[in-house]
């Protein structure tokens, strides 16, 4: 074991629940290792973002000064914005809303499943190709049939929702915590 500060106690053993091999890899951070604050603030750091930013900006000026009736101007949309607020804050909501109950159903049949799988391994193999397929489904072929079946109200945005979230959770819940090391 080693003597470095922060890796180890203070007479050089091992913290309590410190695994052996863990502590051999911790690398201390001086000040030397810290990336400094103009570092982080070069300019290769966030320029390439930020003229493809200005590039798509530009873009979508050129074409909607050309197109009209296809996408609003730039100024439009920050005039719509501070003349209405209210309508973009009450879609908002809703937006959130959808994505709160969607996802929680989501994630809490994929973590069930999840748990019925891992012990019954015969649900696996008989459930996961079905998973995959509604995973590898396009989510345009699936939202008319349950509008369809379930109207224009919530619920076919809540399903959607959910059904979105439900592959990854279940794969991710199926895997489990990476291994100790």
Excluded: H
């Excluded at 695994?19 to 982080?40: G, I, N, T």
């Amino acid at each position: 074991m080693t003597d470095r500060p922060g890796a180890a106690g203070e007479a050089g053993q091992l913290d309590a629940g410190m695994d052996p091999v863990r502590e051999s890899q911790l690398v201390p951070l001086d000040d030397e290792a810290r990336p400094s604050f103009a570092a982080r603030l070069r300019l290769g750091t966030w320029l390439p973002p930020l003229v493809a930013f200005v590039a798509l900006g530009v873009g979508w000026q050129l074409y909607a000064v050309n197109n009209p009736f296809v996408l609003p101007t730039i100024p439009e949309i920050f005039s719509s914005i501070w003349d209405s607020p209210a309508v973009f804050w009450d879609n908002a909501v809703v937006t959130l809303q959808e994505i709160a109950v969607g996802a929680a159903c989501g994630m809490g049949a994929a973590f069930v499943l999840a748990v019925v799988m891992a012990e019954v391994r015969v649900v696996e193999r008989a459930l996961m190709p079905l998973a995959v397929v509604l995973n590898v489904t396009p989510v345009v072929a699936i939202a008319p049939g349950l509008v369809v079946a379930f109207g224009f109200g919530m619920l076919p945005k809540y399903l959607l929702t959910a059904i979105i979230v439900f592959f990854p959770f279940l794969v991710s819940s199926l895997a489990g915590p990476p291994p100790r090391r």
